[in-house]
């Protein structure tokens, strides 16, 4: 059964690790992370941005898959379904398909409206026993068409937001969505353990793991970040090996074309990279 994302993330935040968000592109995709959690003991966060729940067929599609697969395949680790960066319609509609946590991105909105919807979000999630995310300083990225540097958040802002009783929250603190740039800064601690003195014991979200060396990974979780997505590095680790299997002809050898097998290198790959951030987080054997 799924289960809100709030009582993960407090274990971890006072366990000092964190619990990886992995994004969801397909059954292939859903099932090598739900095979992994479960082999590594490990609470899992599943992924759907709007984009990826529309391909896959909407919201209700992927509640559907996803409570078939934890019954099936006998995951009993901790796994929460949850709407990444979603935007005020989205949230409706995802408490509405069963959904076990949302995010409201309303980063862009100004910081009035923001409370606004995000206060009238969070009783709408809670009534129905949903997590929260919340977001303050939009997270740079190409995601738009824009390349950002990474903003940091105003931990003023920061303090605002979680006290409407959200369940986490996403600060920017340098951080972009995608592959880092090569001039890229860093992550600011400085602004992050200035959020963590406001925001006390609330989980902090760190977007846009893709690529972080494993020792600002490691100050980010000791300064609160309890969260951490991942998502374009899965499909990097996707694409690569996939693209191996073709160029070395394997499609064409016997029934190498059968998607089964196709997509089964590409699926292995996505099981080896989320072990791995799992191990880098610290959330093996905390299920
Ligand atoms: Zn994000």
Same mark, same amino acid.
């Given at each position: 059964?799924?289960?809100?994302?709030?009582?993960?993330?407090?274990?971890?935040?006072?366990?000092?690790?964190?619990?990886?968000?992995?994004?969801?592109?397909?059954?292939?995709?859903?099932?090598?992370?739900?095979?992994?959690?479960?082999?590594?003991?490990?609470?899992?966060?599943?992924?759907?941005?709007?984009?990826?729940?529309?391909?896959?067929?909407?919201?209700?599609?992927?509640?559907?898959?996803?409570?078939?697969?934890?019954?099936?395949?006998?995951?009993?680790?901790?796994?929460?379904?949850?709407?990444?960066?979603?935007?005020?319609?989205?949230?409706?509609?995802?408490?509405?398909?069963?959904?076990?946590?949302?995010?409201?991105?309303?980063?862009?909105?100004?910081?009035?409206?923001?409370?606004?919807?995000?206060?009238?979000?969070?009783?709408? $999630?809670?009534? !129905? *026993? +949903? @997590?929260? %995310?919340?977001?303050?300083?939009?997270?740079?990225?190409?995601? =738009?068409?824009?390349?950002?540097?990474?903003?940091?958040?105003?931990?003023?802002?920061?303090?605002?937001?979680?006290?409407?009783?959200?369940?986490?929250?996403?600060?920017?603190?340098?951080?972009?969505?995608?592959?880092?740039? $090569?001039?890229? !800064? *860093? +992550? @600011?601690? %400085?602004?992050?353990?200035?959020?963590?003195?406001?925001?006390? =014991?609330?989980?902090?979200?760190?977007?846009?793991?893709?690529?972080?060396?494993?020792?600002?990974?490691?100050?980010?979780?000791?300064?609160?970040?309890?969260?951490?997505?991942?998502?374009?590095?899965?499909?990097?680790?996707? $694409?690569?090996?996939?693209?191996?299997?073709? %160029?070395?002809?394997?499609?064409?050898?016997?029934?190498?074309? =059968?998607?089964?097998?196709?997509?089964?290198?590409?699926?292995?790959?996505?099981?080896?990279?989320?072990?791995?951030?799992?191990?880098?987080?610290?959330?093996?054997?905390?299920?």
């Amino acid at each position: 059964m799924l289960v809100s994302a709030k009582e993960m993330l407090d274990k971890a935040k006072a366990g000092h690790y964190a619990v990886g968000q992995f994004n969801i592109n397909n059954l292939e995709w859903t099932k090598a992370i739900l095979q992994t959690a479960q082999e590594q003991n490990s609470p899992v966060i599943l992924g759907v941005s709007e984009g990826a729940g529309k391909y896959m067929g909407g919201y209700k599609t992927v509640v559907g898959m996803v409570n078939g697969m934890l019954e099936e395949l006998n995951i009993t680790v901790p796994v929460a379904l949850h709407l990444d960066h979603g935007g005020y319609d989205a949230c409706y509609k995802c408490i509405e398909a069963g959904f076990s946590s949302i995010m409201f991105d309303g980063s862009h909105y100004p910081i009035e409206e923001n409370v606004a919807k995000t206060k009238e979000l969070v009783a709408a $999630a809670h009534e !129905k *026993g +949903l @997590s929260i %995310e919340a977001e303050v300083g939009a997270i740079g990225g190409e995601e =738009d068409g824009v390349v950002g540097m990474g903003e940091c958040a105003d931990p003023k802002e920061c303090k605002m937001v979680a006290d409407l009783g959200v369940d986490f929250l996403a600060a920017g603190i340098g951080n972009i969505h995608g592959k880092y740039p $090569a001039n890229w !800064k *860093g +992550l @600011s601690f %400085e602004t992050l353990d200035a959020i963590q003195q406001l925001t006390g =014991d609330l989980p902090l979200v760190l977007h846009g793991g893709t690529g972080i060396p494993a020792d600002m990974i490691k100050k980010a979780i000791s300064l609160g970040v309890s969260k951490i997505n991942v998502n374009t590095e899965c499909q990097l680790a996707f $694409a690569a090996a996939t693209r191996k299997y073709i %160029e070395e002809g394997k499609d064409q050898e016997g029934k190498g074309y =059968d998607p089964r097998k196709l997509l089964a290198p590409g699926t292995q790959a996505i099981k080896d990279t989320v072990k791995e951030k799992m191990e880098m987080f610290g959330s093996i054997g905390k299920a």
